[in-house]
């Protein structure tokens, strides 16, 4: 009886039904690698003149392949931990040192965009002028598949002379400051109209309600649109990284290893990339929690 | 460097500038005139924008290898019309177009399948708000190694970047319906299926509008950026990583006018058809005064 509540309790929570469809997806996964990598292992065994074996072993062998149509997990997992723990971090092979490349780019890109989007937003909300004239464009500019001009930038970056760390984090700048400034001025236009009344009593100054009252009516605006912000601007660094012909990075590892057919570090950047995604928000997600409560709210 | 070039540049950019102030701040009783100058507005700043590029780029004789002035750019585009065509065909009408409509209509079946199975909700919804903040666009070079060099593989990946926002914003959108209007609908004893269309479908358009404009962008970067990673001799993200490295810097430029013209018709489609399928919201209806 007990069992069943607790059963019950679990199926209404989200934790068991994630994890059920987790399971799943390995489940699927592995079939999958099986069914996939199997014409080549036929084509192994022709040519090693086996001709019988078990099922269980042509399995085994299927997912263990060097260069498989789809590695499966424990490979990936295999490839990360080699290359993370087992290596040193600063050398070339390790998966740790193309993240921190990737993650540099990342952050600095983010860092300005943040504080461009925000300058912009201040601008828009306080200027008429910039307000009609700039907003339009601020969002047709999003409609522009921007990473298009991404190699341009790295290229002709390099060609005067800028290479490095820069130029990928200009093109998650582009990226991350359309959902700030968006959002900002949102956050900055939404102290409501009884809060400016009162900040007129006190004949406050422009920069005064800025500083006292619209600034912080926009926290929560700002830590959303910096959680969209900071995962765009790591895809950004991510396909920066495409066009300097695969030195380092997430990206030069996705590069190198579709040229060399390596599907498991493929698999490993994509992992990677993925964890440094989640770690990025959620560490966002953790400053505000900080910021809201320093603030006063309580959940 | 020529002086009088910048000059002109400057003074035009003050001109407009004033121009712009002046005109936001008259309060003309006639609405036509009012969305006249809504649009003017931004128009103008665009077009001072072109022009600053313009003189500044000839008067401090920057490389066209650097940044083409946008006359010569719209000279490209004039001559290579035949090349620019190819590659829209290739990745906006084969990859694009395919591969989103693919995305969002398998997200928005999966999404209704969801809504019908709590227990798939549940367990979907938070790895798809995962997904959604993963750099999708790494598939690429999967997708190209399973599917091939031509389009069937963009396809692929943009099937796969599309998904998720439809999935998320069709399941929270499905969850917009109040309580209330539900309720008018069971003393209607009207089945699962009737309330999904007559009532929750519709309340949810707002939010699967919003996913579709969202994949809009995300389809056109999907499959140029697919394109990097191998494509047949065509294709616009294939021109543009050729021709950076030959320095035909122009006709990239020319590429990405194309792209962008591309992508904001795409998007200025949605936004029109959501027009017409949500006159009811509010945010619809202010747009009209």
């Given at each position: 009886?007990?069992?069943?509540?607790?059963?019950?309790?679990?199926?209404?929570?989200?934790?068991?039904?994630?994890?059920?469809?987790?399971?799943?997806?390995?489940?699927?996964?592995?079939?999958?690698?099986?069914?996939?990598?199997?014409?080549?292992?036929?084509?192994?065994?022709?040519?090693?003149?086996?001709?019988?074996?078990?099922?269980?072993?042509?399995?085994?062998?299927?997912?263990?392949?060097?260069?498989?149509?789809?590695?499966?997990?424990?490979?990936?997992?295999?490839?990360?931990?080699?290359?993370?723990?087992?290596?040193?971090?600063?050398?070339?092979?390790?998966?740790?040192?193309?993240?921190?490349?990737?993650?540099?780019?990342?952050?600095?890109?983010?860092?300005?965009?943040?504080?461009?989007?925000?300058?912009?937003?201040?601008?828009?909300?306080?200027?008429?002028?910039?307000?009609?004239?700039?907003?339009?464009?601020?969002?047709?500019?999003?409609?522009?598949?921007?990473?298009?001009?991404?190699?341009?930038?790295?290229?002709?970056?390099?060609?005067?002379?800028?290479?490095?760390?820069?130029?990928?984090?200009?093109?998650?700048?582009?990226?991350?400051?359309?959902?700030?400034?968006?959002?900002?001025?949102?956050?900055?236009?939404?102290?409501?109209?009884?809060?400016?009344?009162?900040?007129?009593?006190?004949?406050?100054?422009?920069?005064?309600?800025?500083?006292?009252?619209?600034?912080?009516?926009?926290?929560?605006?700002?830590?959303?649109?910096?959680?969209?912000?900071?995962?765009?601007?790591?895809?950004?660094?991510?396909?920066?990284?495409?066009?300097?012909?695969?030195?380092?990075?997430?990206?030069?590892?996705?590069?190198?290893?579709?040229?060399?057919?390596?599907?498991?570090?493929?698999w490993s950047a994509l992992f990677m990339a993925a964890a440094l995604a989640a770690t990025l928000v959620s560490l966002v997600?953790?400053?505000?929690?900080?910021?809201?409560?320093?603030?006063?709210?309580?959940? | 460097?020529?002086?009088?070039?910048?000059?002109?540049?400057?003074?035009?950019?003050?001109?407009?500038?004033?121009?712009?102030?002046?005109?936001?701040?008259?309060?003309?009783?006639?609405?036509?005139?009012?969305?006249?100058?809504?649009?003017?507005?931004?128009?103008?700043?665009?077009?001072?924008?072109?022009?600053?590029?313009?003189?500044?780029?000839?008067?401090?004789?920057?490389?066209?290898?650097?940044?083409?002035?946008?006359?010569?750019?719209?000279?490209?585009?004039?001559?290579?019309?035949?090349?620019?065509?190819?590659?829209?065909?290739?990745?906006?009408?084969?990859?694009?177009?395919?591969?989103?409509?693919?995305?969002?209509?398998?997200?928005?079946?999966?999404?209704?399948?969801?809504?019908?199975?709590?227990?798939?909700?549940?367990?979907?919804?938070?790895?798809?708000?995962?997904?959604?903040?993963?750099?999708?666009?790494?598939?690429?070079?999967?997708?190209?190694?399973?599917?091939?060099?031509?389009?069937?593989?963009?396809?692929?990946?943009?099937?796969?970047?599309?998904?998720?926002?439809?999935?998320?914003?069709?399941?929270?959108?499905?969850?917009?319906?109040?309580?209330?209007?539900?309720?008018?609908?069971?003393?209607?004893?009207?089945?699962?299926?009737?309330?999904?269309?007559?009532?929750?479908?519709?309340?949810?358009?707002?939010?699967?509008?919003?996913?579709?404009?969202?994949?809009?962008?995300?389809?056109?970067?999907?499959?140029?950026?697919?394109?990097?990673?191998?494509?047949?001799?065509?294709?616009?993200?294939?021109?543009?990583?050729?021709?950076?490295?030959?320095?035909?810097?122009?006709?990239?430029?020319?590429?990405?006018?194309?792209?962008?013209?591309?992508?904001?018709?795409?998007?200025?489609?949605?936004?029109?058809?959501?027009?017409?399928?949500?006159?009811?919201?509010?945010?619809?209806?202010?747009?009209?005064?």
């Amino acid at each position: 009886m007990y069992e069943r509540m607790m059963n019950s309790k679990l199926m209404q929570g989200k934790a068991l039904p994630v994890l059920i469809i987790i399971g799943l997806i390995l489940v699927f996964w592995y079939v999958m690698a099986v069914k996939l990598n199997t014409p080549w292992q036929l084509g192994v065994y022709e040519r090693a003149g086996v001709t019988e074996w078990t099922n269980s072993q042509f399995i085994n062998d299927t997912l263990n392949q060097d260069r498989p149509v789809l590695p499966s997990v424990h490979q990936v997992a295999e490839e990360i931990w080699n290359t993370t723990v087992l290596k040193s971090p600063t050398s070339r092979r390790s998966l740790i040192y193309h993240t921190w490349i990737t993650l540099s780019a990342t952050l600095l890109g983010f860092t300005i965009g943040t504080i461009l989007g925000i300058s912009l937003a201040i601008g828009i909300v306080h200027s008429r002028a910039m307000d009609k004239s700039m907003m339009p464009w601020i969002i047709a500019s999003q409609t522009i598949p921007i990473l298009a001009i991404a190699p341009m930038i790295i290229v002709v970056l390099n060609a005067i002379g800028i290479s490095g760390v820069l130029p990928k984090a200009l093109i998650s700048t582009y990226l991350s400051f359309f959902p700030i400034a968006v959002g900002m001025v949102k956050g900055f236009r939404s102290p409501e109209q009884i809060q400016l009344d009162l900040m007129h009593t006190y004949a406050a100054s422009k920069s005064q309600v800025f500083s006292t009252l619209r600034w912080f009516a926009a926290m929560p605006y700002l830590f959303t649109s910096m959680k969209i912000a900071i995962s765009i601007s790591l895809v950004g660094a991510i396909v920066g990284e495409l066009p300097t012909g695969a030195v380092a990075g997430l990206g030069a590892r996705l590069l190198s290893g579709s040229y060399y057919g390596q599907t498991v570090q493929i698999w490993s950047a994509l992992f990677m990339a993925a964890a440094l995604a989640a770690t990025l928000v959620s560490l966002v997600g953790v400053v505000e929690k900080i910021v809201t409560r320093k603030m006063g709210v309580r959940t | 460097m020529n002086t009088n070039l910048l000059m002109i540049a400057l003074v035009f950019w003050l001109g407009a500038w004033a121009l712009n102030e002046f005109l936001v701040r008259l309060t003309p009783q006639n609405q036509t005139i009012v969305k006249a100058i809504n649009l003017f507005v931004p128009v103008l700043f665009g077009i001072t924008l072109l022009v600053i590029w313009e003189f500044v780029t000839r008067g401090l004789n920057v490389s066209p290898i650097l940044l083409p002035p946008p006359s010569m750019i719209w000279a490209r585009i004039l001559v290579s019309l035949h090349i620019l065509w190819a590659d829209f065909q290739q990745t906006f009408l084969k990859s694009v177009l395919v591969g989103f409509f693919a995305g969002c209509s398998s997200g928005f079946l999966v999404a209704i399948a969801a809504d019908r199975v709590p227990f798939l909700k549940r367990g979907l919804l938070p790895i798809g708000n995962f997904v959604s903040a993963l750099p999708i666009v790494g598939v690429a070079p999967i997708m190209v190694m399973w599917f091939g060099f031509d389009y069937q593989s963009k396809v692929a990946v943009v099937v796969v970047m599309t998904f998720f926002p439809m999935l998320v914003n069709t399941v929270s959108g499905l969850a917009a319906a109040s309580v209330m209007e539900k309720d008018l609908m069971r003393t209607y004893a009207s089945s699962y299926w009737q309330t999904l269309f007559s009532l929750r479908l519709p309340a949810a358009a707002p939010f699967i509008f919003n996913a579709l404009k969202i994949n809009s962008t995300l389809a056109l970067i999907g499959a140029i950026v697919a394109e990097f990673f191998g494509t047949p001799i065509v294709g616009m993200g294939f021109r543009i990583s050729t021709e950076v490295g030959r320095m035909n810097v122009d006709l990239v430029w020319a590429e990405i006018a194309v792209a962008a013209l591309a992508g904001t018709c795409f998007y200025g489609v949605i936004a029109l058809i959501e027009r017409k399928v949500t006159f009811w919201h509010p945010s619809v209806r202010a747009g009209r005064g």
